[in-house]
Protein backbone atom coordinates (compact mmCIF):
# COMPACT_ATOMS: atom_id res chain seq x y z
CA UNK A 1 0.00 0.00 0.00
CA UNK A 2 1.54 3.36 -1.30
CA UNK A 3 1.71 6.36 1.41
CA UNK A 4 -0.71 9.01 0.69
CA UNK A 5 -0.14 12.61 1.83
CA UNK A 6 -2.32 14.18 4.28
CA UNK A 7 -5.05 17.10 3.47
CA UNK A 8 -5.11 20.27 5.32
CA UNK A 9 -8.05 19.24 7.03
CA UNK A 10 -8.75 19.86 11.14
CA UNK A 11 -6.93 16.52 12.80
CA UNK A 12 -8.27 14.66 15.35
CA UNK A 13 -7.25 15.54 18.69
CA UNK A 14 -8.96 13.39 21.35
CA UNK A 15 -7.20 10.62 23.70
CA UNK A 16 -7.00 7.00 23.34
CA UNK A 17 -9.33 6.44 25.87
CA UNK A 18 -11.94 9.02 24.45
CA UNK A 19 -11.52 11.35 27.75
CA UNK A 20 -11.78 15.16 27.01
CA UNK A 21 -7.71 16.07 26.13
CA UNK A 22 -6.45 18.01 29.29
CA UNK A 23 -6.15 21.71 29.06
CA UNK A 24 -2.18 22.78 28.63
CA UNK A 25 -2.23 24.90 31.47
CA UNK A 26 0.03 25.37 34.04
CA UNK A 27 -1.02 25.05 37.29
CA UNK A 28 2.50 25.48 39.31
CA UNK A 29 5.58 27.28 37.92
CA UNK A 30 7.93 24.32 36.85
CA UNK A 31 11.60 23.61 38.82
CA UNK A 32 12.52 22.44 35.80
CA UNK A 33 13.52 24.27 32.50
CA UNK A 34 13.37 22.51 29.08
CA UNK A 35 14.18 23.32 25.79
CA UNK A 36 14.16 21.28 22.30
CA UNK A 37 16.75 20.92 19.88
CA UNK A 38 16.64 20.15 16.50
CA UNK A 39 19.64 20.01 13.64
CA UNK A 40 21.74 22.04 15.97
CA UNK A 41 18.83 24.71 16.75
CA UNK A 42 17.47 25.21 20.12
CA UNK A 43 13.78 26.32 21.42
CA UNK A 44 13.13 27.12 24.74
CA UNK A 45 9.85 26.02 26.02
CA UNK A 46 7.67 28.22 27.75
CA UNK A 47 5.19 26.50 30.52
CA UNK A 48 2.47 29.13 29.91
CA UNK A 49 2.11 28.32 26.40
CA UNK A 50 2.02 24.92 24.35
CA UNK A 51 4.98 24.21 21.89
CA UNK A 52 3.97 22.81 18.68
CA UNK A 53 6.10 20.64 16.16
CA UNK A 54 5.03 20.05 12.82
CA UNK A 55 5.21 21.42 9.11
CA UNK A 56 3.24 24.88 9.99
CA UNK A 57 3.76 24.95 14.02
CA UNK A 58 6.32 26.49 16.66
CA UNK A 59 8.91 23.89 15.27
CA UNK A 60 8.15 23.63 11.79
CA UNK A 61 10.34 20.43 10.73
CA UNK A 62 9.62 20.14 7.50
CA UNK A 63 7.92 21.17 4.40
CA UNK A 64 6.40 17.29 4.24
CA UNK A 65 3.13 16.96 2.88
CA UNK A 66 3.10 13.48 4.39
CA UNK A 67 3.71 15.22 7.96
CA UNK A 68 0.25 16.98 9.82
CA UNK A 69 0.52 20.99 10.84
CA UNK A 70 0.43 19.86 13.98
CA UNK A 71 1.87 16.61 14.96
CA UNK A 72 3.56 16.92 18.18
CA UNK A 73 2.51 19.46 21.35
CA UNK A 74 5.22 19.79 24.49
CA UNK A 75 3.09 21.42 27.39
CA UNK A 76 3.66 21.73 31.40
CA UNK A 77 0.62 20.64 33.31
CA UNK A 78 0.15 19.64 36.73
CA UNK A 79 4.10 20.44 37.70
CA UNK A 80 5.26 18.02 34.62
CA UNK A 81 6.15 18.81 30.81
CA UNK A 82 3.83 16.46 28.18
CA UNK A 83 4.02 15.44 25.42
CA UNK A 84 0.81 14.42 23.46
CA UNK A 85 0.83 13.28 19.59
CA UNK A 86 -2.05 15.77 18.34
CA UNK A 87 -2.08 13.54 14.69
CA UNK A 88 -4.52 12.06 13.93
CA UNK A 89 -2.84 9.06 11.57
CA UNK A 90 1.39 9.35 12.56
CA UNK A 91 3.20 7.94 15.83
CA UNK A 92 6.25 8.55 17.24
CA UNK A 93 9.11 6.24 19.09
CA UNK A 94 10.13 8.55 22.14
CA UNK A 95 13.52 7.15 24.38
CA UNK A 96 15.65 7.44 27.16
CA UNK A 97 19.18 7.82 26.48
CA UNK A 98 20.05 4.62 26.53
CA UNK A 99 17.25 3.24 24.64
CA UNK A 100 16.38 0.72 26.87
CA UNK A 101 13.03 2.57 27.72
CA UNK A 102 10.66 3.55 24.92
CA UNK A 103 7.40 4.14 24.24
CA UNK A 104 4.86 4.20 20.78
CA UNK A 105 3.25 7.50 20.98
CA UNK A 106 0.13 6.52 18.92
CA UNK A 107 -2.30 9.78 17.77
CA UNK A 108 -4.12 10.98 20.94
CA UNK A 109 -1.60 9.52 23.51
CA UNK A 110 0.70 11.55 25.62
CA UNK A 111 3.26 10.56 28.19
CA UNK A 112 5.58 12.73 30.43
CA UNK A 113 8.49 13.78 29.75
CA UNK A 114 10.28 12.18 33.18
CA UNK A 115 14.36 12.19 31.41
CA UNK A 116 16.87 15.04 31.48
CA UNK A 117 17.19 13.84 27.56
CA UNK A 118 14.37 12.46 25.82
CA UNK A 119 14.76 11.23 22.29
CA UNK A 120 11.98 11.60 19.98
CA UNK A 121 12.03 9.72 16.53
CA UNK A 122 8.91 9.77 13.60
CA UNK A 123 8.60 8.90 10.43
CA UNK A 124 6.55 10.62 7.26
CA UNK A 125 6.58 9.68 4.38
CA UNK A 126 9.71 8.39 3.46
CA UNK A 127 11.68 10.43 5.59
CA UNK A 128 12.49 10.21 9.65
CA UNK A 129 13.15 12.53 11.66
CA UNK A 130 14.79 12.86 15.10
CA UNK A 131 14.49 15.76 17.60
CA UNK A 132 15.61 15.75 21.65
CA UNK A 133 13.59 17.33 24.48
CA UNK A 134 16.11 18.41 27.60
CA UNK A 135 15.31 18.95 30.99
CA UNK A 136 17.77 20.78 33.59
CA UNK A 137 16.09 18.63 36.73
CA UNK A 138 14.76 14.93 35.37
CA UNK A 139 11.59 13.65 37.55
CA UNK A 140 14.13 10.14 36.60
CA UNK A 141 17.34 9.49 37.11
CA UNK A 142 18.99 6.26 35.66
CA UNK A 143 20.84 4.36 38.69
CA UNK A 144 21.45 1.14 36.98
CA UNK A 145 25.10 -0.12 37.11
CA UNK A 146 27.18 0.50 34.26
CA UNK A 147 28.74 -2.20 32.14
CA UNK A 148 32.04 -2.95 32.88
CA UNK A 149 34.34 -1.67 29.44
CA UNK A 150 34.97 -5.88 28.66
CA UNK A 151 31.28 -6.55 29.22
CA UNK A 152 28.91 -7.08 26.70
CA UNK A 153 24.93 -5.36 26.95
CA UNK A 154 22.00 -7.56 25.81
CA UNK A 155 18.43 -5.33 24.72
CA UNK A 156 15.59 -7.90 25.43
CA UNK A 157 15.59 -11.41 24.49
CA UNK A 158 15.18 -11.66 20.78
CA UNK A 159 17.88 -13.72 18.79
CA UNK A 160 18.43 -12.82 15.33
CA UNK A 161 20.55 -14.28 12.67
CA UNK A 162 23.54 -12.99 11.14
CA UNK A 163 21.38 -12.58 7.54
CA UNK A 164 18.33 -10.11 9.69
CA UNK A 165 21.09 -8.31 11.27
CA UNK A 166 22.42 -7.47 7.97
CA UNK A 167 18.24 -6.86 6.94
CA UNK A 168 18.20 -4.29 9.75
CA UNK A 169 21.84 -2.59 9.34
CA UNK A 170 20.46 -2.39 5.50
CA UNK A 171 17.26 -0.49 6.52
CA UNK A 172 19.15 1.65 9.26
CA UNK A 173 22.04 2.65 7.75
CA UNK A 174 21.13 5.81 6.64
CA UNK A 175 20.03 6.83 10.44
CA UNK A 176 23.03 5.41 11.67
CA UNK A 177 25.17 7.69 9.67
CA UNK A 178 23.20 10.49 10.35
CA UNK A 179 25.46 12.51 12.66
CA UNK A 180 22.96 14.08 15.69
CA UNK A 181 19.52 15.11 15.29
CA UNK A 182 17.59 15.28 11.53
CA UNK A 183 15.96 13.63 8.92
CA UNK A 184 16.89 10.85 7.03
CA UNK A 185 15.50 8.36 4.02
CA UNK A 186 14.01 5.13 4.99
CA UNK A 187 15.26 2.90 2.03
CA UNK A 188 12.45 0.79 0.18
CA UNK A 189 12.45 -2.66 0.35
CA UNK A 190 13.80 -3.09 -3.10
CA UNK A 191 16.80 -0.62 -2.73
CA UNK A 192 17.62 -2.49 0.73
CA UNK A 193 17.21 -5.74 -1.03
CA UNK A 194 20.05 -4.49 -3.70
CA UNK A 195 22.19 -3.11 -0.97
CA UNK A 196 22.54 -6.59 0.35
CA UNK A 197 22.57 -8.77 -2.98
CA UNK A 198 19.46 -10.14 -2.50
CA UNK A 199 16.48 -11.04 -4.37
CA UNK A 200 13.16 -8.89 -2.76
CA UNK A 201 11.48 -12.03 -2.29
CA UNK A 202 14.26 -13.20 0.14
CA UNK A 203 14.29 -10.10 1.86
CA UNK A 204 10.61 -9.80 2.62
CA UNK A 205 10.63 -12.82 3.70
CA UNK A 206 13.18 -11.70 6.52
CA UNK A 207 11.50 -8.84 7.23
CA UNK A 208 8.17 -10.89 8.19
CA UNK A 209 10.80 -13.28 10.50
CA UNK A 210 11.92 -9.59 11.57
CA UNK A 211 8.85 -8.42 12.09
CA UNK A 212 7.34 -11.35 14.05
CA UNK A 213 9.99 -11.70 16.21
CA UNK A 214 10.15 -8.33 17.70
CA UNK A 215 6.43 -8.34 17.63
CA UNK A 216 6.05 -10.94 19.93
CA UNK A 217 8.61 -9.88 22.23
CA UNK A 218 6.33 -7.15 22.97
CA UNK A 219 7.29 -4.52 20.08
CA UNK A 220 4.42 -2.40 18.75
CA UNK A 221 3.89 -0.81 15.51
CA UNK A 222 5.32 -3.92 13.47
CA UNK A 223 1.68 -5.93 12.72
CA UNK A 224 -1.62 -4.53 12.25
CA UNK A 225 -3.59 -3.25 8.97
CA UNK A 226 -2.47 -2.97 5.37
CA UNK A 227 -0.59 0.39 6.45
CA UNK A 228 1.86 -1.89 9.13
CA UNK A 229 2.98 -4.11 5.71
CA UNK A 230 4.19 -1.10 3.78
CA UNK A 231 6.51 2.01 4.77
CA UNK A 232 5.10 2.36 8.59
CA UNK A 233 6.80 -1.27 9.64
CA UNK A 234 9.73 -0.89 7.82
CA UNK A 235 10.15 2.72 9.48
CA UNK A 236 9.10 1.69 13.15
CA UNK A 237 11.49 -1.21 12.61
CA UNK A 238 14.08 1.60 12.02
CA UNK A 239 13.19 3.39 15.23
CA UNK A 240 13.21 0.75 18.04
CA UNK A 241 16.70 -1.03 16.24
CA UNK A 242 18.49 2.46 16.54
CA UNK A 243 17.13 3.56 19.61
CA UNK A 244 17.50 0.21 21.30
CA UNK A 245 20.82 0.27 20.08
CA UNK A 246 19.92 -3.29 18.13
CA UNK A 247 22.37 -2.06 15.67
CA UNK A 248 24.65 0.47 15.81
CA UNK A 249 26.60 3.08 13.60
CA UNK A 250 29.96 0.79 14.40
CA UNK A 251 28.58 -2.30 12.93
CA UNK A 252 27.55 -0.63 9.55
CA UNK A 253 31.08 -1.96 7.35
CA UNK A 254 29.29 -5.50 8.22
CA UNK A 255 27.02 -4.84 4.65
CA UNK A 256 30.30 -4.50 2.68
CA UNK A 257 31.52 -8.16 3.88
CA UNK A 258 30.72 -11.40 2.03
CA UNK A 259 27.61 -12.95 4.22
CA UNK A 260 26.36 -16.02 3.79
CA UNK A 261 23.94 -17.70 5.71
CA UNK A 262 24.75 -20.05 8.42
CA UNK A 263 23.53 -23.57 8.91
CA UNK A 264 21.91 -22.48 11.56
CA UNK A 265 19.66 -19.67 9.66
CA UNK A 266 16.74 -21.62 9.41
CA UNK A 267 16.61 -22.97 13.03
CA UNK A 268 16.39 -19.58 14.64
CA UNK A 269 13.86 -18.20 11.96
Not at 21 to 30: E, H, I, L
Not at 129 to 145: G, Q, R
Not at 170 to 182: D, F
Not at 237 to 252: C, D, N, Y
Amino acid sequence: MTDSPLTDSPLTESPLDGSAAPQPRSTARPATSASVEFIGEWYPLDPETPFDIGRDADLDIDDNQYLHRRFLQISFIDGLWWLANVGSRLSATVSDPSGTMQAWLAPGARLPIVFGLTTVVFTAGPTSYEFTVHTSTPAFVDSSPVPSAGGATTVGAVTFTASQKLLILALAEPMLKREGTGTSEIPSSSAAAERLGWALSRFNRKLDNVCDKLSRAGVDGLRGGVGALATNRRARLVEHAVLSRLVTKAELPLLDEPHDDTPDEKALR
